[in-house]
């Protein structure tokens, strides 16, 4: 019996071990699939791959338990030590979002234009989350939904809309809860599950931030939306 898929499976095994362990600090005498069940709560790898991992626990057992004359009792098939590697690469040398997400063309705006300029602005490029700058620092994002609530606002104090849109600087309109709200700051040296568990974790998501180290107030690299998640997964089942 061919012994070389039963190796590549169990040290594709030990390694994920190896990793959880590592990362999450789990106890020597933890089982396998214990490690899995706790870290499927906090990693969006292991929450995926959680099933099959739970029956390549059972695998590895039977692969390991020889009988009295050496032979190996179970041999796995290619394509579960090929998704078992799949999983040891996206657990312990995951794909990093500066190595494998284009960056997209960016259009910022400076906070004293007005915001009469910023809605033109949206409406000609159709892009929904522009940056803001005041000088070299990023101090808000502009889009639909805060220019909306201003211009309710002054509807609801019976201003005038023309008015208010050309007087009124852009950075006046915006809130900086919303950026901890609909926003996420992540480096480009963060990974692309990443930004899957920032939508996980936060429905109200708008978008994720990539900026050189992930702080607020850096300049923004790239800009990830959901309409963008279909990519974001088809790069991970594509990763080797």
């Known amino acids: 019996m061919d012994k070389t898929n039963a190796t590549l499976f169990i040290n594709s095994y030990n390694k994920i071990d190896a990793q959880l362990r590592q990362l999450y600090n789990f106890k020597p005498s933890q089982s396998f699939s214990d490690m899995v069940r706790r870290s499927a709560e ?14 390549f626990a059972r695998l590895r057992n039977a692969i390991v338990h020889q009988s009295t004359d050496g032979r190996i009792i179970a041999v796995p098939c290619d394509e579960v030590v090929e998704e078992m590697q799949l ?24 906070d004293a234009i007005s915001v009469r300029q910023a809605i033109l602005l949206i409406a000609r490029t159709n892009y929904s989350n522009i940056p803001v700058y005041r000088g070299k620092r990023m101090v808000g994002i502009v889009n639909n939904r805060c220019v909306i609530k201003a211009l309710g606002s002054v509807l609801e104090r019976g201003g005038t809309l023309d008015e208010f849109a050309s007087s009124t600087p852009v950075g006046d309109i915006l809130r900086e809860g919303d950026l901890f709200t609909y926003y996420k700051y992540l480096s480009t040296k963060d990974t692309l599950q990443d930004i899957l568990s920032a939508f996980e974790e ?39």
């Open 42 to 55: 906090e990693n969006a790898v292991i929450r995926k791959y959680e099933n099959d991992l739970m029956d």
């Open 87 to 110: 999983i040891e690469k996206l657990l312990c040398t995951p794909p990093k979002i500066g190595d494998t997400m284009k960056p997209k063309k960016i259009v910022s705006v400076d």
């Open 202 to 240: 936060n429905k109200k998501l708008l978008a994720v931030l990539v900026s050189e180290h992930g702080v607020m107030g850096e300049r923004i690299e790239n800009i990830v939306t959901s309409a963008d998640l279909v990519e974001v997964n088809r790069i991970l089942e594509d990763y080797q």
